[in-house]
């Protein structure tokens, strides 16, 4: 049984794989995760380390920072993802990587973030990890249950469309680019929240926090788990981000590990583990059995 | 013209002279595949650790080979083709593992964009276990080209004979892959089929043996850019290829997807614009070319020489 800590880990993985998931659940291969990942956990590090907090801050200004984060990081996806969206396949991926690094390199330049050590000493809310596995799981929940309401409505069909066939999308009089950026935006916002979290938790904050390996392993996520239904980025999350903890030896492996998912997974399991012709499997299983 | 302008031009030329060939090498796949090898960066690192090796470089203890290096010690010239073709052989490799088998199956090119991401982070941290984290200090410019001065003047400029090297060989790698692709034969039958594939295929062209001549190729770019660059800055570790892979891409698409000459004008251009950087600034220097690639992406997504992107309907 993982311990508390990783249980944390774990839950953060999920959330950032359901954020490379949004916009491809819309068709778009979007790597701009950690960008505005990186951005949330800048803020929240920002905004506790300014106010004197004395080594703890309150859950309530936590829950305020997410607000603002979350609400900037929309914003900046907004803003960018007009232009960006207008893209498509590897042009898109090519932007959104591009983002990635722009912002990284910001972040490590800019005066007031502290270089390439960071910001360190970020109050944290809670003393145990026990904490941060509520507030986490809370927000994992939360965002499980949207795409979970997604999928059954108007904008989570239109999402579904547009990744069959976009033109035909737009034909149908659905206003396609609408469509993408509301995803876009969905993802970058849930991002930002979690960055706050990451930042508290880890107690420390750098420009490595969002570099193109971590766009890399949150790839790996979703294409592990199955980007055919929001289950499977967050089970390819808790499952990658916990199998290096687990396997000791391996530590040095984890980014080979990584890499050999991306390189085979789609080889193998172009549908990744969870498929929604698996779920549903699971629900007739389930009904037979709770049938007398 | 004044000697800081063309301390400018030359510098700019070392630099671009590298993205140029690592940009051909996206290019030459891009245009027989329509797809983007991810792992470009990856075979750029390669190229510069087995020119290292090559030339009798030894490995640092902390790699899992410590201690470990070649009995022999090759001449910079001969360490730098072999590396190049080594690097090819792995484009090779990667081809047979994360691209072949999508294309059997015609799945979405998208998908092995991630297939050779995914190779390339294999490369790139085998490389890290086997030879460690930390830089190579190779053997210095001057010492591995015995016999010519340490640097040139040419009109007040001060250029050092590595970097001079290093541009005479990319523009002879390009010139000659230009002229190969226009004149021989093979380089027809590889432009026919970025044309048309299936057109290319009824016309009896063995398609699949371009594409592997095509990642053969672009390998040997890939590596002979890591091989030139660790010489010219005397230092090279297993990430190192990554930025002049990404940096590549925005090369790649400045120019145009798929256009040679603009592969090479992106190259030349995103160097020259780096170096216009004053060093005060330079820890932003990185964040230029994204912002350049930014910026081609959202005016003009054809690049400077592509030609327009047409919707398949």
Redesign the interface.
Known sequence: MPDNGLLVQMILGALLGLSVYLPMAAGQLSLATPAFYAVGGTLAALMATHADHQGTISLGAVLWEMVVAGALTAALAALVGLPVLRLRGIYLAIATIALVEIVRVAILNLPFTGGATGIFGIPQPFGQPLGYIGLSGGLLALAGWGCQRLEGSRLGRAMAAIRDDELATRCMGINTTRVKLTAFVASAALAGVTGVIAAHYLNTWNARQGSFDVAITTLAFVILGGSRSWLGPVIGGLLLTALPELLRPVGDLRLVLFGLVILLGPVFFPQGLITPELLERLGRWDLRRLKP | MSAALLQILLNGAASGGVYALVALGYTLIFSVLG??NFAQGALFSLGGYFTFLLMGGRIGVNGALPGWHLPVALPFWMALLLAAIGAGVVALLVER??FA??RR?G?D???????S??????????LQ?LMGAEGYAFPSGSAALAGLPEALFIGGARIRTVQVVLLLISALAVAALTLWLERSRTGQAMRAVAEDPTAARLMGINSGAIVRLAFLLSGMLAGLGGGLTGLSVSLAGPYFG?SFG?KG??VL?LGG?GSVPGAIAGGLLMGLAEALIPSEAS??R??LA??V??AV??LR?SGLLGRRLM?K?
């Open positions: 797809v983007i593992v994360a088998p999508l199956r799945a090119p998208l998908l092995s964009l991630i297939t991401l995914g190779a390339g982070v294999v490369l790139v941290n085998l276990i990554i990404l891409l925005a698409v997807l820890g932003w990185d964040a994204f912002a690639l930014f992406l959202v997504p919707e309907v």
